[in-house]
């Protein structure tokens, strides 16, 4: 079946610093990826969808210069936090969506994202 | 918008209990809906999905029924096991031009005990 990559799976960082997470479609083409944003104990926040060699759409709420998201191919999309701070901690997934399938999303194991 | 409103847990039960997760949504379409389950430490994984009216999704023994009347998707298993202890997340779909998004329920903590 398809899979997705996701990577780190944990990161530290220093607060002011900027981190990086990758998410990868290892057997398939991904048309469309999402990001999402999981607190403790709470539902799967979508922060942004992004298309293959366009800008991402971000949801409301979401700063655009604070979360990067470049998804310059079909395999791949990648989410950079800019200057983390702590209040950035949390779990963020990533999902992909294979091209010409409706609702055949496929999720990453998430990045656990630590500031310290 | 769209919205899905899922039971409270967390949950607990008995090794070969019988499980059942509300589960019900407002959507303004014809929405297709899903359960995922998240492992510990894990992304999410789908369960099973209905995409329209009366549909029955299942895998693993367990089934949800869409049922439009009373937008619901009620998540059951006859006999749950240890091995089924995880978060089950409710979710649907709008097909929206472009935009397939999904959106969630806040997730149902389930704990399985010998």
């Known amino acids: 079946g398809a899979v997705v990559s996701q990577h780190p799976s944990r990161v530290i960082c220093k607060s002011g610093t900027s981190v990086k997470i990758e998410c990868r479609s290892l057997?398939?083409?991904?048309?469309?990826m999402f990001w999402y944003r999981q607190f403790p104990k709470q539902s799967l926040m979508l922060m942004a969808t992004?298309?293959?060699?366009?800008?991402?759409?971000?949801e409301q709420g979401v700063e655009k210069d604070k979360f990067l998201i470049n998804h310059a191919s079909l395999t791949l999309s990648t989410l950079t936090v800019t200057s983390a701070h702590p209040e950035d901690s949390s779990f963020y997934i990533c999902?992909?969506?294979?091209?010409?399938?409706?609702?055949?999303?496929?999720f990453g194991s998430g990045t656990r994202l630590t500031v310290v | 918008g769209d919205s899905v409103t899922q039971m409270e847990g967390p949950v607990t039960l008995s090794e070969e209990a019988f499980l059942t997760i509300n589960c019900t949504y407002t959507?303004?379409?014809?929405?297709?809906l899903f359960w995922y389950v998240q492992y510990p430490g894990e992304g999410l994984q789908l369960l099973l999905k209905?995409?329209?009216?009366?549909d029955k999704g299942s895998n693993k023994g367990f089934e949800a029924t869409y049922r439009k009347e009373t937008t619901s998707f009620h998540l059951e298993k006859g006999s749950v096991q240890v091995s089924d202890s995880a978060v089950y997340f409710c979710?649907?779909?709008?097909?929206?031009?472009?935009?397939?998004?999904?959106?969630f329920g806040t997730g149902t903590r389930l704990t399985i005990i010998p």
């Open positions: 999902s992909a969506r294979e091209g010409g399938t409706l609702y055949g999303y496929t």
């Open positions: 057997d398939f083409q991904a048309t469309t």
């Open positions: 992004s298309n293959e060699g366009s800008k991402a759409t971000y």
């Open positions: 959507a303004t379409g014809y929405p297709s």
């Open positions: 209905a995409t329209k009216a009366d």
């Open positions: 979710a649907l779909s709008e097909s929206n031009f472009g935009n397939e998004k999904l959106t």
